[in-house]
């Protein structure tokens, strides 16, 4: 097996770019029957939000209807991501094939905000918090509905596809309708006035250089003026850090990343609960809203400085197969499977074609540590925690001591689907395809959740288009006026 030892992630689009190949009938049904082995054979959640009915259907319209439409490895990729969008499963993710230039991009920095696009810059002569109502002829809120498909979700969450747009919108606009000599943009400004402008594309370069300028960052709210630094000090920022709030006698511990070495992670984690305890802060705000997740452990051991009681995640874990099917596509996997399901699954019980471990492995590590924080705490949550993140929102959600307070996150609630992941490559189109191979069913206490919801905050509190204009951080603002109330 070909194994890569590193996979470049680009900060603005984590997406690897892209070109075009022509492909023949024959080269796309090879790839797409790849493809569909794959899930049908390997993935353990399939059948979870799409039934195996609605899945017969679907394969059997791209190969009668679909496949007649596709010229190139980008239609395909298209169409794949589509098909993918049936799994509802955050860890499921297509890859457009690799090109080695980039063609200039859409260059308006957007946000969404109750479904709708405004701007996130006053940058093209159009003000900050417009929205944005079409571009180039074609409304809003169907550009949107189409970009959905390239931002995978757990379940039904639309919190993580919207957060993924804007952060990728310019990519992902280029996949879906091309080049573009210039762009018709009609927006509504915030006195109401509506305008049209024509905006001609930039380079991925200069749309990078310009990210951190998003009044979405908050950088005025936390009075910096240099909005890079800002950016790089406080939201690019992996290692977990922490800031005061010394009006309230408050603590804010931002941990962008749980991936992380853990080693490292739980030293610096202790010296800064150490000086959090050192200051007597009262309360404690924790920030995961930009929060991916990485190693599990993190979260773990994150967590253990919160609670008083042992505490769990899990109740059970789950494969379909004892071996990664097409192995000689992958190009990346971060260890052997074969070698993994042998220890990893080795208590097993197999039903029905499934097998099912009802040990968890780290349990014995879900304990508390021995000087815990003893104050008020609250969780901000939002679109972007997803994964290990998404498994400390939960243990935080099941204890009733804790406020979370934001969005829905992107990770589901009942269950998630990762663990052991492996990177296709498919071999006419040079799609990648990222597969995870373990079905993970949590540890919840609320039942009443609705199936295919992500963790749900005890507050739910979202960004305004007014608080969008005035740079405010409307989640940490209502916990501060919260601690002040108290």
């Known amino acids: 097996m070909k194994k890569n030892s590193t996979i470049l992630i680009i900060l603005l689009f984590p997406l690897t770019f892209f070109g075009q190949i022509h492909l023949s009938k024959e080269q796309v049904l090879e790839d797409f029957k790849i493809f569909k082995d794959i899930l049908t054979r390997g993935h353990p959640s399939l059948y979870e939000y799409t039934s195996k009915t609605e899945w017969d259907s679907i394969f059997s319209s791209f190969e009668q209807k679909d496949i ?45 905000i109750n479904g709708k696009l405004y701007t996130d810059t006053d940058e093209f002569d159009i003000p900050l918090g417009a929205e944005i109502i079409s571009i180039n002829g074609e409304n809003s809120q169907t550009i949107i509905q189409k970009l959905l498909k390239y931002a995978p979700s757990d379940g039904y969450t639309l919190t993580k596809k919207y957060r993924q747009i804007e952060k990728e919108f310019a990519i992902l606009y280029y ?17 109401g006035k509506v305008k049209i402008i024509e ?14 300028n998003r009044n979405s960052h908050f950088a005025s709210y936390h009075q910096n003026a240099n909005r890079v630094e800002y950016f790089k000090n406080r939201r690019a920022e992996k290692w ?42 009262e309360n404690l705000i924790i920030d995961i809203r930009q929060n991916i997740g990485g190693y599990r452990i993190n979260a773990i051991n994150l967590y253990s400085f919160l609670t008083a009681a042992p505490f769990k995640q899990r109740v059970s874990e789950s494969a379909i197969t004892n071996m990664l099917p097409h192995e000689e596509y992958i190009i990346h996997t971060l260890s052997d499977y074969t070698e993994f399901f042998e220890m990893y699954f080795a208590s097993a019980k197999k039903e029905d074609g499934r097998w099912i471990l009802t040990e968890d492995h780290a349990q014995a590590e ?16 939002g679109g972007n925690t997803f994964s290990a993140a998404s498994a400390f929102a939960l243990n935080v959600k099941n204890n ?5 307070v934001g969005e829905e996150t992107g990770g589901g609630y009942y269950f998630h689907t990762a663990q052991f992941l492996a990177l296709y490559e498919l071999p006419n189109s040079k799609i990648m395809v990222r597969v995870p191979f ?26 305004t288009v007014e608080d969008l204009i005035k740079g405010v951080d409307s989640q940490l603002e209502h916990v501060v006026k919260q601690i002040r109330k108290r």
């Not at 996949?175 to 006195?191: H, I, P, Q, R």
């Open 175 to 191: 996949y879906e309708n091309g080049v573009k000599e210039s762009y018709s943009v009609k927006y509504t400004a915030y006195d």
């Open 199 to 212: 905006i001609v594309p930039q380079s991925f370069e200069s749309i990078g250089n310009r990210y951190p």
């Open 366 to 381: 879900m304990i508390p540590y021995k000087k815990t924080f003893k104050g008020k705490v609250y969780v901000l949550i």
């Open 400 to 404: 009733k001591n804790i406020t979370l």
């Open 438 to 463: 373990v079905k993970i069913d949590k540890y919840v206490l609320d039942k009443s959740v609705p199936r295919g919801n992500g963790i749900l905050p005890d507050k739910e509190v979202t960004l």
């Open 68 to 112: 007649g439409k596709i010229r190139t490895s980008n239609d395909l990729f298209i169409s794949i991501t589509s098909v993918a969008d049936n799994v509802n499963d955050g860890h499921l993710i297509i890859h457009h094939p690799k090109m080695d230039t980039v063609p200039p991009l859409f260059p308006l920095l957007l946000k969404i």
């Open 240 to 281: 977990p850090f922490v800031y005061y709030i010394d009006s309230i006698n408050t603590a804010v511990l931002t941990v962008n990343s749980f991936g992380l070495d853990p080693k490292e992670f739980k030293s610096k984690l202790t010296d800064l609960f150490k000086e959090i305890n050192k200051k007597n802060a």
